[in-house]
């Protein structure tokens, strides 16, 4: 290529370029070499040219060079995350936050990513898929909490099951992680939940089980909160005769409405919803216990509870629910013994973060089981996500019993205020002369965009319960424009 043929091709290359660009390319085709070093960085520079076809321009070959079509992507404009404008109480969440920020060693059973995690230093170093769990609506409801490991073995046999579990972990009452349970033939037991242990593939637990050693922090996430606004509060609180209440979105953790929340006050009989939390947990459904005279020497009596009686777990919590019977709170610790009981009820506050929540005796006649609205908003939130069936005791709906009944349940007196109420989820009340009336109720509302959700109301030291509770309903309702539904 002669010099007036370089000089026509360059003047149609560079005439598209920035002069910076333009100047250093034309010197380099002049120069008789091309395309330099020079040229190249210009056009890199410049970002001019994407790509060449061809690397060399030389004086005898001339190549054509097309800029690749650039295909931009699409903006995606996002919706607008919504946020709480709500003050709110998530204590499991908060305990991750603390595990992650002070670089700890743990495991996560997170239900709402289907995942079993292995975390070191703060950091996720094994993750797992979740093969079968338990069911959240029956009482095989895998517990939220935190936990640790309290034992393993590479090959535990359930009573319970007729089964071994393979590489088992162990981290609270009757529940493990382990791998997929087999009968003694070798068969691979098949089923839609498990009875309430975390299963994981064979080829998956492993991995876990090497990495997990005694004590190591167990944190198992039940339903992910949401995120919810509510409209701006115009009204001052109503006023009622308790001195302690709170109103809390069971979603998003949202406190709707307070006084006093974190006062410790006693609670009463709201004790009997921890008694059964642990008795459930604890013991395989299936058993019974025979009542004596020291169980029965509670204060009240049940009719159909006699000394010498046998009575299965499940049939034990109708009175307890229902009409609050003081008795079958006591027949119900005779399956652990009533010092166990009471201390495995202290625990599993423990596990839940109730940090102001003490159980002196499984019914809550003792004025040293206290607690406080909130804590009890929390207590409700485990219940309506881990132990359903409680709640459906505590509204006389039918559950699974493993076994008849003996009580006459539509004869049981029951003492939960809103039991006829279409739009209650279940609850539990209580008094003595010190703790005057309690209340934990949750509801089924509505807000005006279609969305229902579940609330809890919790009310210590009130001299009407149900008048109370229905002027904190309707404020609620109003400020937020929510209705109950059934």
């Known amino acids: 290529m002669n010099t007036f043929e370089r000089l026509v091709f360059s003047f149609v290359i560079v005439s598209s370029l920035s002069a910076i660009t333009s100047v250093a390319l ?36 001339v190549k054509v060079y097309e800029p690749v079509e650039i295909v931009e992507e699409p903006v995606v404009v996002k919706e607008p995350e919504i946020e709480n404008n709500l003050p709110t109480w998530r204590p499991l969440t ?222 034990l919590f109708y009175p307890l629910l229902t009409e609050s019977s003081n008795d079958a709170a006591e027949v119900l610790t005779g399956f652990m013994g009533r010092d166990k009981t009471i201390s495995l009820m202290n625990k599993k506050a423990d596990h839940l973060f109730m940090e102001n929540t003490r159980f002196s005796d499984p019914s809550g006649f003792d004025e040293g089981n206290i607690s406080t609205a909130q804590d009890l908003t929390t207590l409700a939130r485990y219940v309506y996500y881990n132990r359903k069936p409680i709640l459906d005791i505590t509204k006389d709906k039918p559950v699974v019993t493993f076994g008849p009944i003996s009580f006459d349940v539509a004869v049981l007196d029951n003492k939960n205020k809103f039991e006829k109420d279409k739009s209650f989820i279940g609850g539990k009340t209580g008094y003595t002369d010190e703790a005057r009336n309690t209340g934990l109720f949750i509801f089924n509302v509505k807000n005006k965009d279609g969305e229902e959700f579940p609330i809890v109301v919790s009310v210590l030291a009130s001299e009407s319960l149900k008048q109370d509770t229905e002027k904190i309903l309707k404020w609620v309702e109003k400020e937020y424009e929510l209705e109950r539904v059934g």
């Not at 595990?99 to 709402?112: A, G, I, Q, Y």
Request: with cysteine.
């Open 94 to 315: 908060k305990a991750k936050e603390e595990l992650l920020s002070d670089r700890k060693d743990f495991l996560e059973v997170n239900f709402s990513a289907n995942k079993v995690i292995k975390y070191e230093q703060g950091q996720p170093f094994i993750e797992k898929t979740i093969l079968n769990s338990g069911d959240p609506q029956g009482w095989g409801g895998t517990p939220a909490g935190l936990y640790s490991v309290s034992g393993k073995n590479e090959k535990a046999f359930s009573v319970a099951a007729g089964a071994y579990m393979p590489n088992a972990i162990h981290f609270y009452g009757k529940y493990f992680i382990h791998g997929e349970p087999y009968y003694n033939s070798g068969e691979k037991i098949v089923a839609d939940f498990s009875g309430g242990c975390i299963q994981l593939a064979d080829g998956d637990i492993g991995s876990i089980f090497n990495v997990s050693s005694v004590g190591l922090p167990v944190l198992v996430l039940d339903s992910e909160y949401i995120n919810r606004h509510f409209n701006d509060v115009e009204n001052s609180l109503p006023k009622i005769t308790a001195k302690s209440f709170a109103v809390v979105d069971l979603e998003s953790g949202s406190v709707l409405a307070e006084k006093e929340a974190e006062t410790k006050r006693p609670m009463a009989s709201i004790t009997k919803l921890m008694t059964a939390v642990v008795v459930a947990e604890n013991i395989d459904l299936r058993k019974g216990v025979y009542a004596n005279d020291t169980m029965l020497d509670a204060y009240g009596a049940t009719a159909g509870l006699v000394s010498g009686g046998f009575y299965k777990i499940v049939e």
């Open 26 to 61: 034309f010197s380099s085709m002049l120069s008789g070499e091309g395309l330099s070093k020079v040229g190249y960085t210009a056009l890199a520079l410049a970002g001019d040219i994407k790509q060449l076809k061809t690397s060399v321009l030389d004086s005898s070959d």
